[in-house]
């Protein structure tokens, strides 16, 4: 590898050392028997360490072919129903979940050195759900739901703040309905793995696996 290399250099056992005494005290995760309470509890800290937008995460697609895609995404809610998020459903990922409804998820908590990994089936939140929820937008937010052609081609900006103007106008007064493409999705989780840093690449992992919605949890470690 060449010296001037922009990749990080493997850490020394110095490193090591440093990132383990910063590291939260995770005593007593592995006895836990329900991944939504420990999803929780790892949400609640990431909060109050992760400087923007504890709530991101990955989310993994794949067309009707299987070629896969992945971007970042906003949690909305989270409950033992799923986890939920909203977008355009006519924007690339959204085409992609009606065509193989399955998806996967991954929360990386860099300050806190943790990771969550989440697959499962995927399903539309009902109209009611996704209008109580466009409803807690900021105006600006509903207007851009509207004029946002997600995923296609534009001109350019200009012919976004046309169509932004143009919707602001119409919306000017009362409330902005949610437009029939903004829907919610929920991730309806059969497999959810947590991760922890530990010095040297000897991670530990934890895998909470089940054969279906309301079937009880099953957990195993796993080899780092």
């Known amino acids: 590898m060449a010296k001037d290399s922009t990749i990080p250099p493997t850490p020394s056992a110095e490193d090591y050392a440093k990132a383990a005494a910063n590291s939260p005290d995770d005593s007593g995760w592995f006895s836990k028997t329900d991944p939504f309470t420990l999803f929780g ?25 299987g070629a896969p895609d992945v971007r970042m995404v ?8 799923g986890f939920v998020f909203y977008s355009n ?25 943790r990771q969550v990994r989440i697959s499962g089936a995927v399903q539309q939140v009902s109209a009611e759900e996704a209008d109580a929820y466009f409803a807690t937008r900021a105006k600006d937010s509903q207007i851009g739901a509207w004029a946002s052609d997600q995923s296609r081609p534009m001109e350019g900006r200009f012919e976004l703040e046309g169509k932004i103007a143009k919707f602001a106008a119409k919306y000017a007064l009362g409330k902005t309905p949610r437009p029939p493409h903004w829907v919610g999705w929920r991730v309806i989780p059969t497999r959810i793995e947590f991760w922890r840093d530990r010095p040297f690449r000897l991670h530990d992992r934890m895998e909470f696996t089940r054969s279906g919605p309301g079937e009880a949890w099953t957990t195993r470690r796993l080899y780092p």
Not at 74 to 81: I, Q, R
Not at 89 to 113: D, I, M, Y
């Open 89 to 113: 459903s006519e924007s690339r990922k959204g085409v992609q979940l009606t065509e193989n409804p399955v998806a996967a998820l991954c929360f990386h908590w860099k300050s806190l050195r």
């Open 74 to 81: 906003l949690l909305k809610d989270v409950s033992g129903d």
């Open 41 to 65: 509890e790892w949400l609640e800290d990431a909060k109050k360490k992760e400087p923007n937008d504890a709530n991101a995460m990955a989310l993994a697609t794949a067309n009707e072919l």
